[in-house]
């Protein structure tokens, strides 16, 4: 930091104290708070940088508490996380590490996402990648995640073929056009809706929602690797990365 930034970091921290402690402010007399107003007005005009400065720390220190959040929330519901039977898992049932991804059918970034799962599963065999379903996105996208839940029951060995097939849609995932994407793969509309009102999954919606707010999550795809959320399409090679370092230090950043 420069001489003259750390003058004006000092007027900034006058100016907040004068602020937060009536005391303070009192102390100081007209005069002097508008000379100190002046100075920090000019300096800011001056040098708008500084603002960007700001803003970047604040956002660093919320995205580190909103990780110390995901982490604690991660420790407290591994097996909800990890190991719930609401889940499909694809890559390797037995594999090293594990990713969990939060998704939509209806996200524009979770349809762009889906190369970076395939990409992934197809470049490391050892991987397991957790599906868990959390529509968030409106009407349509509950009614397509509730046969998707029901298609999952029937039949779970056709399971990834049903989700790249949906998502990887150019048309609105609807509970029609889930249905449809499940005709094509053997499992007919009766069974799909004798499953759904005999079995309708609304524990598995409640877990996902309940996971979603406790670990911070308020968009998708988000991911869980290790002992870290991954918020938003951060691509397949950063998610790669993490994977890579779960190996070497046992944490997503070594």
């Known amino acids: ?30 005069k002097q708070k508008e000379e100190i107003g002046a100075f920090i007005k000019e300096y800011l005009l001056a040098n708008p940088e500084v603002m960007l400065e700001v803003q970047e720390a604040l956002t660093a220190k919320q995205r580190a508490k909103q990780q110390e959040a995901a982490e604690a929330a991660i420790a407290t519901n591994k097996k909800a996380i990890f190991q719930s039977e609401y889940d499909v898992t694809l890559g390797n049932p037995d594999g090293d590490v594990t990713i969990v991804e939060f998704y939509d059918y209806n996200c524009g970034y979770c349809k762009r996402a889906l190369s970076d799962m395939d990409q992934i599963l197809a470049a490391d065999k050892n ?10 996105l409106g009407p349509d996208s509950l009614a397509a995640h509730k046969v998707s839940a029901a298609f999952r029951l029937i039949a779970p060995e056709k399971y990834g073929d049903f989700h790249r097939a949906l998502l990887g849609g150019e048309e609105r995932a609807t509970e029609e056009t889930a249905i449809a994407v499940a005709a094509k793969l053997g499992v007919t509309e ?11 999954q609304d524990a ?11 670990l911070g999550i308020t968009g998708t795809p988000s991911y869980v690797i290790g002992n870290e959320a991954v918020f938003g399409a951060v691509g397949a090679d950063e998610i790669s990365t993490k994977v890579e370092n779960m190996r070497s230090c046992g944490k997503t950043v070594c």
């Open 190 to 200: 009766g069974q799909l809706r004798a499953k759904m009102e005999k079995e309708p």
């Open 127 to 136: 991987v397991r990648f957790v599906l868990k379903e959390l529509p968030i």
């Open 1 to 30: 930091m420069t001489f003259k930034k750390m003058i004006a970091a000092g007027a900034l921290l006058a100016l907040a104290a004068s602020v937060a402690l009536p005391q303070t402010a009192a102390a100081l007399d007209a």
């Open 204 to 214: 598995a919606m409640r877990e996902a929602y309940s996971l979603a707010n406790e």
